[in-house]
């Protein structure tokens, strides 16, 4: 099958932070001193159990970076054409997911929809009736054979799974000894396969109002969460380094103007300045539908500005702190050694202030990215965050607010956002603090054990 | 003192011209009154005398900047900057899209917002400082730990989660109180109940966490050890050593949302149906009405930077060695 490869915005953006990441990893390891402090963060047992969490939701998020159009079977081979819809590698894995939509609302691992329908009976007669599902469990004859079913599918999964996690645990001993690491393996592996199994023939987590599968919202989710939450930094990082060592350094009028600045920045409260940004953002897109040739590439470029906006009302408080810090190195002696052998000012920022404030931005900037994920589902749902046919967490919560008054009631998409939002942003908050305590000078340690 | 606040607040006025010409940028500049009207009258086959007649109701036909068709002041004054812009110093906020007048809207619905918020800001300030004395109490224990790791958790959680959560809990499953609505006085108590629980228990974690670290800096330091070393019990050591001098980094986290109260909570405002700001704002967002969002982002820094100002003045409170001139 021939298809058309698409680099959306944001898709080029995580590229260029996957290069720079590598880029540090590299350059780290070459450097003994930078590297003691993630050697550290390498012994925590909690760090590296959420690093193993977090690197799954990554794994689903970068697949679902990878987007294409696919070709469209044409007529007396003509051109190629080229369907409209955006589809990423991801989709492509998890097909059945997506294409399985039934008619509405059914329960996780339901085999019949939510409410009653006149259905027509053996008889030909109509009555009121839960209709089967058209994928959710098709291959049973009679709905008393699901349990067993589900536990068999279940069972094979996770054998499956637990299979694979033991050859991946084997490999992993090579590099590390961690006993935390190689058991949260060995948990997550069969209940990844158990899932994957059981996804195939049911919804492992119902379906929503136009019987989309949950489970796989929630994993298209991830994608927007981790954008938000790693591309905003993006805009915060040179803005909060360039002006708050600048600030510290020069001091004087520079000094002052960005002050004033960052004042005024931070003086509007946060969400009414996103609002009013996103406001603007959403005249200027309604006003140019001829920028986007794709449904999905107008929700992309949405989605770049809202982590442009977050970026540009959140960089105040990291830039505050490190212009304190220059304020304090700057007076040091190794600096002024520095400035009266005449080193240009330039080159005394970037060899000697900027490797000494860089723990503060990576402490900071791991801590502010579970900050972002929360606040993207605060935004949608106030209508200033993604666009709405993008698939996030807030609009999924924004969607399923409603039917808590149903009754019965219809739970389940709920709790699947609630709950695969809080295990991103838990494992985020335990590396978080991981990283902070391997990096912060302020705590005591015993050097010669690291 | 009274210099002091004079030169303060005098400071405050470059801060609000800018916030100002951020907004008039943010709204006028980069769309223009056209593409507002557009919006507002639909996309497509909207005629120019239909834009130019929504834009003459709004106020919104004038130059931006400078009049060249006025005489003497009114090159300035007739200005969509000048009617729409400056005129929010002197908290004329025009009106609404629905023809009402702004001002007035904010007076009667800052009672709501300050009856939801302020409860939740006095009780949540007692209960996370008294958790985290606990924690500190307790440090470097299992008692701690545990502590520690459910802040952790409760953090992690969504705050739409509680709301929603609390909601079905409270409301739908015990029927304890109505899901919203809002009455004045004493009616009013079993609707602000449930907002005021949830508004406390959604920010225990992360507050919880920051008053202990703040303890536990302190608790490191000489006059503690000296006041051990006197023999004075570990209570006594938290109560009126730790907590009395602790009490210069908690006011600079605190005193400053003060003011901001007013501005009640976007989230739980719209989730309980109380008439207060943050229901009024998310109105404005969802109903486009630029008037009302420029008027609360011009109300939010005021009150931001009068925050900052009580934070200065509750120093002098505190600790005597902070003297203002």
Sequence with gaps: MSFMPIILWSDA??????????????????????????????????????????????????????????????????????????????????????????????????????????????????????????????????????????????????????????LLAMLARRWTSQRALLVAVLLAAPLIGAVANLATAYHVLGTDKVGQDVLYLSLKSIRTGLIIGTVTTLVTLPLALFLGVAAGYFRGWVDDVIQYVYTVLS???????????????????????????????????????????????????????????????????????????????????????????????????????????????????????????????????????????????????????????????????????????????????????? | MIAYLIRRILYAVPILVGVNLLTFALFFVVNTPDDMARMQLGIKRVTPEAIEKWKQQ?????????????????????????????????????????????????????????????????????????????????RATALDAAGVALCVLLMSVSGLFYIIGGQFLVSKLWHLVPISGYAGGMDGIKFVVLPIVIGVAGSIGSSSRWYRTIFLEEIGKDYVRTARAKGLSELRVLFTHVLKNAMIPILTGVVVVIPLLFMGSLLTESFFGIPGLGSYTIDAINAQDFSIVRAMVFLGSVLYIAGLILTDVSYTVVDPRVRLQ
């Design chain 2, 58 to 138: 709004h106020g919104y036909d004038k130059p931006l900047l400078v009049n060249s068709s006025a005489s003497g002041t009114g090159k300035v004054t007739d200005t969509i900057f000048w009617r729409k812009s400056a005129s929010m110093f002197v908290f004329d906020f025009g009106f609404a899209d629905d023809g009402r007048n702004i001002s007035r809207e904010i007076a009667t619905r800052m009672g709501p917002s300050l009856a939801i918020a302020l409860p939740t800001f006095l009780i949540g300030l007692v209960v996370y400082v008294s958790f985290a004395l606990l924690m500190t109490l307790f």
């Design chain 1, 267 to 450: 003086s509007i409260p946060s969400v009414l300045l996103i609002a009013a940004a996103v406001l603007m953002m959403q005249v200027t897109i309604d006003m140019h539908p001829q920028w986007f040739d794709t449904t999905a590439a107008r929700a992309d470029l949405r989605l770049v500005f809202l982590c442009l906006i977050l970026g540009v009302t959140s960089w105040t408080g990291l830039c505050r702190l490190l212009r304190g810090e220059t304020l304090k190195l700057r007076e040091m002696e190794y600096i002024q050694a520095a400035q009266s052998f005449g080193v240009s000012s330039l080159r005394i920022l970037a060899r000697h202030i900027m490797p000494n404030v860089m723990h503060i931005v990576l402490i900071s900037l791991v801590m502010d990215f579970s900050a972002l994920v929360l606040a993207e589902a605060v935004l949608s749902y106030v209508g200033v965050g993604v666009d709405p046919t993008m698939i996030s967490f807030g609009t999924m919560i924004n969607a399923a607010r409603l039917e808590m008054g149903r009754e019965p009631m219809v739970w389940w998409a709920l709790a699947s956002a609630f709950g695969f939002m809080l295990v991103l942003v838990l494992a985020a908050n335990l590396f978080a603090d991981a990283v902070r305590d391997a990096f912060d000078p302020r705590l005591n340690r015993t050097e010669g054990a690291a």
């Design chain 1, 13 to 166: 953006l995580v590229f260029l932070l996957l290069a720079a990441g590598a880029f540090s990893a590299w350059y780290i390891r070459q450097r003994e001193h930078l590297s003691l402090p993630w050697r550290r963060v390498a012994k925590s047992r909690m760090a590296m159990v959420s690093l193993l969490v977090l690197s799954l939701f990554m794994l689903v998020g970068l697949l679902d970076t990878l987007h294409f159009r696919p070709a469209l079977p044409s007529a007396n081979g003509g051109d190629k054409v080229y369907s409209p819809e955006v589809l990423s590698v991801f989709d492509k894995l998890a097909g059945p997911l997506r294409t399985h939509t039934e008619k509405t609302y059914s329960a996780p691992f339901a085999l019949t929809l939510y409410a009653k329908e006149g259905v027509m009976d053996a008889q030909g007669h109509i009555v009121r009736d839960y209709p089967r599902l058209q994928y959710g469990g098709a291959h049973l004859t009679d709905a008393s054979q699901r349990d067993g079913d589900v536990a068999a599918r279940g069972l094979a999964g996770g054998a499956a799974g637990l299979l694979a996690g033991i």
